[in-house]
Protein backbone atom coordinates (compact mmCIF):
# COMPACT_ATOMS: atom_id res chain seq x y z
CA UNK A 1 0.00 0.00 0.00
CA UNK A 2 1.20 3.33 -0.71
CA UNK A 3 1.71 5.73 1.54
CA UNK A 4 -0.87 9.26 1.28
CA UNK A 5 0.81 12.11 0.26
CA UNK A 6 -1.86 15.27 0.31
CA UNK A 7 0.86 17.78 -0.27
CA UNK A 8 -0.26 20.52 -2.17
CA UNK A 9 2.38 21.87 -4.88
CA UNK A 10 1.94 24.16 -7.38
CA UNK A 11 2.86 23.59 -10.45
CA UNK A 12 0.87 26.12 -12.25
CA UNK A 13 3.56 27.90 -13.90
CA UNK A 14 5.23 24.50 -15.75
CA UNK A 15 4.25 22.03 -18.82
CA UNK A 16 6.04 18.78 -19.58
CA UNK A 17 6.55 17.09 -22.73
CA UNK A 18 8.55 13.82 -24.30
CA UNK A 19 8.14 13.92 -27.78
CA UNK A 20 8.73 10.42 -28.37
CA UNK A 21 5.38 9.63 -27.06
CA UNK A 22 3.67 11.90 -28.58
CA UNK A 23 2.93 10.38 -32.06
CA UNK A 24 1.83 7.02 -29.95
CA UNK A 25 -0.37 8.28 -26.97
CA UNK A 26 -4.08 6.76 -27.35
CA UNK A 27 -6.37 6.14 -24.21
CA UNK A 28 -4.51 2.64 -23.99
CA UNK A 29 -1.21 4.26 -22.80
CA UNK A 30 -1.55 7.39 -21.96
CA UNK A 31 -1.19 6.73 -18.19
CA UNK A 32 2.08 5.31 -18.84
CA UNK A 33 3.46 8.39 -20.77
CA UNK A 34 2.27 10.61 -17.42
CA UNK A 35 3.74 7.86 -15.34
CA UNK A 36 7.46 8.97 -16.62
CA UNK A 37 10.16 9.17 -14.02
CA UNK A 38 10.77 12.66 -15.55
CA UNK A 39 7.52 14.27 -14.98
CA UNK A 40 7.00 16.46 -12.44
CA UNK A 41 3.25 16.28 -11.90
CA UNK A 42 3.61 12.26 -10.91
CA UNK A 43 4.15 11.25 -7.39
CA UNK A 44 5.77 8.34 -7.71
CA UNK A 45 4.47 7.12 -3.88
CA UNK A 46 0.79 6.70 -5.55
CA UNK A 47 -0.87 3.34 -6.12
CA UNK A 48 -0.17 2.92 -9.92
CA UNK A 49 3.22 3.18 -8.91
CA UNK A 50 2.55 0.17 -6.97
CA UNK A 51 0.65 -1.66 -9.82
CA UNK A 52 3.18 -1.18 -12.07
CA UNK A 53 5.71 -3.04 -9.96
CA UNK A 54 3.72 -5.74 -8.86
CA UNK A 55 2.24 -5.98 -12.52
CA UNK A 56 -1.18 -6.17 -11.71
CA UNK A 57 -4.03 -4.23 -13.78
CA UNK A 58 -5.57 -0.91 -12.73
CA UNK A 59 -8.82 -2.73 -11.85
CA UNK A 60 -6.76 -3.40 -8.36
CA UNK A 61 -6.54 0.48 -8.07
CA UNK A 62 -10.56 0.36 -6.59
CA UNK A 63 -8.90 -2.15 -3.45
CA UNK A 64 -6.43 -0.15 -2.50
CA UNK A 65 -6.45 3.04 -0.22
CA UNK A 66 -4.57 6.09 -0.96
CA UNK A 67 -3.23 8.44 -4.06
CA UNK A 68 -4.17 7.06 -7.46
CA UNK A 69 -4.23 8.19 -10.74
CA UNK A 70 -7.25 8.08 -13.34
CA UNK A 71 -7.75 8.64 -17.43
CA UNK A 72 -10.95 10.85 -16.33
CA UNK A 73 -11.51 12.17 -19.97
CA UNK A 74 -9.93 11.14 -23.44
CA UNK A 75 -11.01 13.01 -26.77
CA UNK A 76 -8.59 11.53 -29.41
CA UNK A 77 -5.77 12.82 -30.41
CA UNK A 78 -5.72 15.38 -29.09
CA UNK A 79 -6.86 15.89 -25.46
CA UNK A 80 -6.56 13.89 -22.59
CA UNK A 81 -7.82 14.45 -18.79
CA UNK A 82 -5.81 12.74 -16.05
CA UNK A 83 -7.43 13.18 -12.48
CA UNK A 84 -5.22 13.20 -9.07
CA UNK A 85 -7.40 11.50 -6.43
CA UNK A 86 -7.29 10.35 -2.74
CA UNK A 87 -9.20 6.60 -2.34
CA UNK A 88 -10.29 6.04 1.02
CA UNK A 89 -12.63 3.39 -0.23
CA UNK A 90 -13.55 1.40 -2.97
CA UNK A 91 -16.87 3.80 -3.93
CA UNK A 92 -15.60 6.45 -1.93
CA UNK A 93 -12.92 9.25 -3.44
CA UNK A 94 -11.83 12.92 -2.51
CA UNK A 95 -10.11 14.82 -6.15
CA UNK A 96 -7.22 16.47 -5.72
CA UNK A 97 -6.16 18.12 -8.44
CA UNK A 98 -6.86 17.74 -12.50
CA UNK A 99 -3.84 17.38 -15.16
CA UNK A 100 -4.57 18.05 -19.06
CA UNK A 101 -2.22 16.74 -21.95
CA UNK A 102 -3.29 18.65 -25.42
CA UNK A 103 -0.92 17.67 -28.34
CA UNK A 104 1.36 15.83 -25.41
CA UNK A 105 1.97 18.47 -23.39
CA UNK A 106 0.98 17.98 -19.74
CA UNK A 107 -0.27 20.99 -17.85
CA UNK A 108 -1.88 21.17 -14.56
CA UNK A 109 -5.24 22.88 -14.65
CA UNK A 110 -5.90 25.23 -11.98
CA UNK A 111 -8.47 25.35 -9.14
CA UNK A 112 -11.31 27.44 -8.55
CA UNK A 113 -9.98 29.55 -6.42
CA UNK A 114 -7.22 30.19 -8.50
CA UNK A 115 -9.08 31.60 -11.41
CA UNK A 116 -11.40 33.58 -9.44
CA UNK A 117 -8.50 34.71 -7.77
CA UNK A 118 -6.24 35.35 -10.71
CA UNK A 119 -9.47 37.11 -12.62
CA UNK A 120 -10.13 39.92 -9.76
CA UNK A 121 -5.97 40.62 -10.19
CA UNK A 122 -6.69 41.10 -13.92
CA UNK A 123 -9.77 43.58 -13.30
CA UNK A 124 -8.81 45.00 -10.59
CA UNK A 125 -4.87 45.85 -12.98
CA UNK A 126 -7.61 47.06 -15.34
CA UNK A 127 -9.64 49.31 -13.14
CA UNK A 128 -6.03 50.99 -11.56
CA UNK A 129 -5.04 51.24 -15.15
CA UNK A 130 -7.98 53.49 -15.76
CA UNK A 131 -7.36 55.93 -13.45
CA UNK A 132 -4.22 55.86 -13.64
CA UNK A 133 -5.00 56.81 -17.43
CA UNK A 134 -7.31 59.13 -16.35
CA UNK A 135 -5.19 60.81 -13.61
CA UNK A 136 -3.00 61.72 -16.25
CA UNK A 137 -5.18 63.66 -17.83
CA UNK A 138 -6.55 66.02 -15.01
CA UNK A 139 -5.78 69.51 -14.90
CA UNK A 140 -5.73 71.88 -11.83
CA UNK A 141 -5.40 75.76 -12.20
CA UNK A 142 -6.12 77.73 -8.67
CA UNK A 143 -7.93 80.37 -10.85
CA UNK A 144 -9.36 77.72 -13.17
CA UNK A 145 -10.10 75.11 -11.12
CA UNK A 146 -10.13 71.43 -12.24
CA UNK A 147 -10.49 70.91 -15.85
CA UNK A 148 -9.85 67.46 -18.99
CA UNK A 149 -6.91 67.64 -20.96
CA UNK A 150 -6.79 64.43 -23.03
CA UNK A 151 -4.18 64.32 -25.90
CA UNK A 152 -5.93 64.13 -28.96
CA UNK A 153 -7.80 67.24 -27.91
CA UNK A 154 -5.26 69.59 -29.94
CA UNK A 155 -5.93 67.56 -33.35
CA UNK A 156 -9.40 67.57 -32.74
CA UNK A 157 -9.47 71.64 -32.35
CA UNK A 158 -6.96 72.22 -35.39
CA UNK A 159 -9.38 69.73 -37.31
CA UNK A 160 -12.17 71.51 -36.21
CA UNK A 161 -10.96 75.23 -36.50
CA UNK A 162 -11.34 75.76 -40.39
CA UNK A 163 -14.57 74.66 -40.50
CA UNK A 164 -15.72 76.36 -37.57
CA UNK A 165 -13.69 80.08 -38.87
CA UNK A 166 -15.68 82.38 -40.79
CA UNK A 167 -15.06 84.13 -43.98
CA UNK A 168 -14.29 87.56 -43.19
CA UNK A 169 -16.34 89.77 -46.06
CA UNK A 170 -14.28 93.38 -47.19
CA UNK A 171 -15.01 96.51 -46.05
CA UNK A 172 -17.22 99.14 -47.94
CA UNK A 173 -16.33 102.31 -49.21
CA UNK A 174 -18.85 104.11 -47.07
CA UNK A 175 -16.79 102.14 -43.67
CA UNK A 176 -13.74 103.42 -44.97
CA UNK A 177 -14.25 106.90 -45.32
CA UNK A 178 -15.91 106.85 -41.88
CA UNK A 179 -13.27 105.46 -40.28
CA UNK A 180 -10.89 108.05 -41.68
CA UNK A 181 -12.85 110.71 -40.82
CA UNK A 182 -13.25 109.62 -37.50
CA UNK A 183 -9.00 109.21 -37.05
CA UNK A 184 -8.89 113.00 -38.43
CA UNK A 185 -11.18 114.28 -36.07
CA UNK A 186 -9.47 112.23 -33.38
CA UNK A 187 -6.23 113.70 -34.16
CA UNK A 188 -7.46 117.00 -34.18
CA UNK A 189 -8.55 116.98 -31.41
CA UNK A 190 -5.82 115.42 -29.47
CA UNK A 191 -3.00 115.88 -31.77
CA UNK A 192 0.52 114.04 -30.88
CA UNK A 193 3.01 115.23 -28.76
CA UNK A 194 5.79 112.98 -30.47
CA UNK A 195 6.49 111.19 -33.72
CA UNK A 196 9.03 108.78 -34.99
CA UNK A 197 10.75 109.41 -38.23
CA UNK A 198 12.11 105.95 -38.76
CA UNK A 199 10.85 102.29 -36.96
CA UNK A 200 13.93 102.10 -33.81
CA UNK A 201 14.51 105.69 -33.75
CA UNK A 202 14.20 107.98 -30.47
CA UNK A 203 10.81 109.93 -30.54
CA UNK A 204 11.29 113.56 -31.23
CA UNK A 205 8.25 115.74 -29.84
CA UNK A 206 6.28 117.93 -31.69
CA UNK A 207 6.32 122.16 -31.49
CA UNK A 208 2.39 122.89 -30.95
CA UNK A 209 2.14 126.64 -32.35
CA UNK A 210 -0.01 129.02 -30.22
CA UNK A 211 -2.36 131.09 -31.31
CA UNK A 212 -1.65 134.39 -31.32
CA UNK A 213 -4.60 136.77 -29.20
CA UNK A 214 -5.94 139.93 -30.98
CA UNK A 215 -4.71 143.44 -29.02
CA UNK A 216 -6.84 144.44 -26.00
CA UNK A 217 -7.47 147.87 -27.85
CA UNK A 218 -9.15 145.49 -31.07
CA UNK A 219 -11.31 143.99 -28.77
CA UNK A 220 -12.80 146.40 -26.86
CA UNK A 221 -13.48 148.54 -30.30
CA UNK A 222 -15.45 145.51 -31.35
CA UNK A 223 -17.23 145.73 -28.37
CA UNK A 224 -18.26 149.39 -28.15
CA UNK A 225 -19.35 149.06 -31.62
CA UNK A 226 -21.62 145.94 -30.63
CA UNK A 227 -22.67 147.74 -28.17
CA UNK A 228 -23.88 151.14 -30.34
CA UNK A 229 -25.63 148.24 -32.98
CA UNK A 230 -27.67 146.82 -30.50
CA UNK A 231 -28.59 150.61 -29.37
CA UNK A 232 -30.21 151.67 -32.91
CA UNK A 233 -32.05 148.57 -33.49
CA UNK A 234 -33.59 149.09 -29.68
CA UNK A 235 -34.16 152.99 -30.79
CA UNK A 236 -35.97 152.52 -34.29
CA UNK A 237 -39.49 152.13 -34.30
Request: hydrophobic share 30%; glycine share 4%.
Amino acid sequence: MASVDLRDNNLLGISWVDSGWVPILNPGNVLDYFSERSNPFYDRTCNNEVVKMQRLTLEHLNQMVGVEYILLHAQEPILYIIRKQQRQSPTQVVPLSDYYIIAGVVYQAPDLGTVIGSRVLSAVHGVQSAFDEAMSYCRYHPSKGYWWHFKDQEERDAKAEPKSKKKEEPSSLFQRQRVDTLLLDLRSKFPPTFYQPKPGEKPIPVEVKKETEPPVELVKQEERERASHQDLCSSSP
